[in-house]
């Protein structure tokens, strides 16, 4: 729905994603915004919205094979593990740049989520969830047991990015760095308004129908576990020069679990929906994280420990649930009935 006196003339408008003077003004004042801040940030801050931006592309991934295509993936995390240690690797093991290190990344996981969507033909729905369970522990358990290569249970140390001579060590400069994340949105953006795309949302509808058209199941649902895959090798590879370190413990169950949440409060099948709903469960980790502390005043130590512990979890699966029953489309619906309200007002009617 565009504003009233807004309408396209001919297909490449009618195809634009930014549309309007108004829409071009404000993308331009969030670019100059994002860009300009890390020159008033603080570093706790800015922290925080580094390793939100690193999740962000990990959950763009995951919202293509998941909200897109409809194939369930609790593995996530575990490929973007993968990005991250073939990026360690490269660069630590074989002193490549992280320039040829960052996209390797990307391929690799990407092959990796091949072999893992292969099971995808035959089985689906909650099968196809414990099809990536499995791969979930099997790709951990592969690196604990080549120790050699990715430093097993010790892990590897990482260095952070040099382009050109220049090195990325602080928060302030590492941002820079992480705004890759502007250039994956606008592929995950265009991907699914390809042929793709319309590919996927058909199988994720009814698998099928989709057969019945002439839609070849199994090649599109290996290009989206490649495409998913890709963007979290991408995040792997930013999250490994970005701690410095890789090991097994950093890509654990709960983290693609996490993931999955985001993508159900944010918006399954919505590129705005993946940035809000990373943004919304990390600032609810964060909060959870500040009032847990508070506890200590009115509780024994090892009760507001335990307390402490769980609090984030309890929050998570709360917050999942009252989505689940109460905007099952997430925050993206809220944010499209938003501007439906604006362009109609004051002729809601």
């Given at each position: ?6 309408y ?35 570093l ?65 996981t ?93 199988i ?85 994280m ?6 200590n ?16 979890l ?14 099952p ?21």
């Amino acid at each position: 729905m565009l504003p009233c006196g807004t309408y396209p003339t001919n297909y490449e408008e009618d195809m634009a994603i930014v549309r309007t003077r108004l829409q071009w003004g404000l993308l331009g004042a969030g670019l100059v915004f994002l860009f300009c801040l890390p020159l008033f940030a603080g570093l706790h801050w800015l922290g925080f919205v580094n390793m939100t931006m690193i999740y962000i592309v990990a959950v763009l991934g995951l919202n293509i094979l998941t909200g897109y295509c409809g194939q369930v993936s609790v593995g996530q995390a575990a490929f973007m593990g993968v990005g991250a240690y073939t990026s360690a690797i490269l660069v630590a093991k074989l002193h490549l740049s992280f320039l040829i290190a960052l996209p390797c990344a990307g391929i690799m996981t990407g092959l990796v989520g091949l072999i893992v969507g292969i099971p995808s033909l035959r089985v689906k729905g909650f099968y196809l969830l414990l099809a990536t369970l499995a791969a979930q522990f099997i790709i951990m358990w592969v690196a604990i047991r080549l120790p050699h290569l990715t430093g097993g249970y010790a892990g590897l140390v990482v260095s952070r990015p040099k382009i050109l001579g220049f090195s990325f060590e602080t928060e302030q400069s590492y941002f820079y760095i992480i705004a890759i994340v502007m250039i994956m949105t606008f592929f995950a953006k265009n991907i699914v308004r390809t042929r793709a795309g319309r590919a996927f949302v058909a199988i994720r509808d009814n698998d099928l129908a989709a057969q019945i058209m002439g839609i070849d199941l199994f090649r599109y649902k290996l290009v989206a576990f490649f495409i998913g895959c890709f963007f979290a090798g991408i995040a792997g590879s930013l999250f490994a020069h970005y701690m410095r370190f890789v090991n097994p413990e950093q890509f654990p169950l709960m983290t693609s679990v996490w993931f999955l949440g985001m993508i159900i409060v944010g918006g399954m099948g919505s590129t705005v929906g993946a940035f809000l709903g990373t943004i919304f469960i990390r600032l609810l980790e964060f909060f959870t994280m500040q009032i847990g502390p508070s506890l200590n005043a009115f509780l024994p130590a090892s009760t507001s420990m335990q307390i402490q512990g769980a609090a984030m979890l309890i929050v998570f699966g709360l917050v999942i649930v009252l989505f689940l029953i109460f905007e099952p489309r997430g925050l993206a619906h809220r944010w499209e009935v938003l501007k439906s309200t604006y362009r109609l007002y004051p002729f809601s009617y």
